[in-house]
């Protein structure tokens, strides 16, 4: 005989039924990251995605999906099962889409950008949230991380759970523009390191190269949570009637969060331009610094030089040529309107 579990939240105790039978050998098909319904805010059971849409249609049950990279085949049975929209299904399975939301009757669909530092590079991934009564499910492309994090966050507090699918979302979008925060951070730490080579040496071709590409990349990054403002304002102001108005406060929380990181990066990018102009200033003042000293030479060596050109012309009729001392004489010459040369240049820095 199967006995209830009973689980107490902060002021409840909510008699939960046993989950039903599972397979034991069963496993989630590909592409199924978690699929697990919640009563109450409580994790009830794991559910095949064939009869996620029963249990999504119970009072008081949500269920809540996440895909990664999922065939069109489990698309196709996901939409089914909540009778998505097919325009946000294909959506989904192109993966090619900005930041936007749009409403399909009484479903929502939220498309963010998510972002990873991948070999030093910026990677760039998509989530794909479907959200409606009773169901939430995010899709996910290319670089992203888990949300198993936020799902085992949110399973310990489930009086915050139980509020339902849109505070998921919030979850969701929260994590995501949070994550946006250690690829600022990795890039301010490698600038703050190119400030410092600057100083001490021109830059080279590959520092070049290096700086182009961190600021092509934060320009990528900042169209990507560019418009994410305008999905977390909407989501805010009462105009989604999929969000409760008692969360609207959470999303402007997350509004705040990705206007700090549009700041941070233009922050980013005005350094690195400013980096950028400091090296060519370095590199021009050295440039000006070595043209100085090759002037300086080459006045020094003018001197002596202009002087055996012109002894050294073989006219019979030159009085010096029967001076008795005139050779030392010209040496004489030569030497002290060098060392005069090279005292000025010194004095005023050309040497």
Known sequence: ????????????????????????????????VASSVYAHG??????????????????????????????AKLL?????????????????????????????????FVVARTAQMVDKRIAFGETHIFIGRGYIVS??????????????????????????????????????????????ESIHDEVEEIEDKILA???????????YMLRRDLLRLRNAVGPLVDVCQRLSNGSVPQVRPTLAPMFRDVTDHVRT???????LREVLAFAFEASLLVGQSQENAITKRLASWAAILAVPTALA???????????????????????????????????????????
Not at 86 to 107: F, I, M
Not at 319 to 347: Q, S
């Open 1 to 32: 005989m199967s006995v209830a579990h009973v689980r107490f939240t902060a002021s409840t105790a909510v008699e939960i039924p046993d989950d039903p039978p599972v397979d034991q050998g069963h496993r989630h098909e590909a592409g199924v």
């Open 42 to 71: 409580v994790r009830i059971a794991d559910v095949p995605i064939d009869e996620a849409g029963e249990w999504a249609r119970k009072d008081g049950h949500v269920v809540w999906i996440g895909l990664l990279e999922p065939e």
């Open 76 to 108: 196709k049975c996901v939409q089914e099962q909540f009778g998505l929209h097919p325009l946000a299904v294909e959506d989904a399975t192109n993966a090619h889409q900005r930041p936007k939301l749009e409403q399909y009757g009484d479903a929502l």
């Open 139 to 184: 899709v996910r492309h290319g670089a992203s991380t888990s949300y198993t994090s936020v799902r085992q966050h949110w399973e310990t507090c489930p009086t915050s759970l139980a509020k339902g699918e849109d505070f998921i979302l919030y979850a969701i979008l929260d994590f995501i523009v949070d994550n946006y925060m250690p690829v600022l």
């Open 201 to 211: 040496r021109p830059m080279m071709r590959g520092d070049i190269e290096r700086l």
């Open 261 to 267: 990181v549009q700041e941070k990066i233009d922050s």
């Open 309 to 351: 050109g012109i002894y050294g012309m073989n006219f019979k009729n030159m009085p010096e040529l029967e001076m008795h001392y005139g050779y030392y004489g010209v040496l004489a010459v030569i030497i002290t309107t060098c060392l005069t040369l090279f005292w000025r240049f010194k004095r005023n820095g050309w040497l």
